[in-house]
């Protein structure tokens, strides 16, 4: 699976431990959107590129860490064919996927442990969408893009 995944300063340090986890331990490929270092930068420019990775299909799915993972949904969802939202707890991950189809989960790197953000991201790749009564929903959220 090709991730997609970047950070403001907020998420860089949580960033780069997950672009090692997605690589080593889940054996994904990742593209990494940035930032390479800590320095201070606005957050949308950074949520712009994953979202558009992902609705283009260039990556199957994104990744975005932020503060508090917010910021990072708001402005991916943005773009249409992004489904983001701020995910803080492995279950919510699981119905992320299973009833929203989410492609695009976005982590606090600053309110949530590593540890959990890890469990997040393995849950949200590897937990598949339910289809069923949650198929025209997700469609008609998708119409208002
Ligand atoms: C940056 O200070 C902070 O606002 C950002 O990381 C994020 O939490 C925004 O939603």
């Known amino acids: 699976m090709r991730i997609a995944i970047a950070s403001d300063h907020g998420g860089f340090e949580q960033k780069q431990a997950l672009v090692a986890y997605l690589a080593e331990d889940l054996g994904c490929e990742v593209l990494d959107m940035g930032p390479d270092s800590d320095a201070s930068v606005d957050y949308p420019d950074y949520a712009a590129p994953v979202a558009r990775a992902v609705a ?16 990072m949904a708001l402005a991916a969802d943005k ?6 939202s701020s995910i803080t707890s492995a279950p919510f991950a699981e119905l992320f996927r299973q009833h929203n189809n ?5 982590l606090s790197g600053r309110f949530v442990d ?9 849950t949200f790749l590897s937990t598949e969408f339910e289809g069923g009564r949650h ?4 469609a008609k959220v998708m119409a208002l893009d």
């Open 56 to 71: 283009s299909g260039e990556a199957d799915r994104g990744v975005l860490v932020c503060g508090t993972g917010i910021g």
């Open 79 to 84: 773009v249409a064919g992004v489904r983001a």
């Open 102 to 106: 989410g492609n695009v989960v976005c």
């Open 114 to 122: 590593l540890d959990v953000n890890k469990e997040i991201v393995k």
């Open 135 to 138: 198929e025209g929903r997700v």
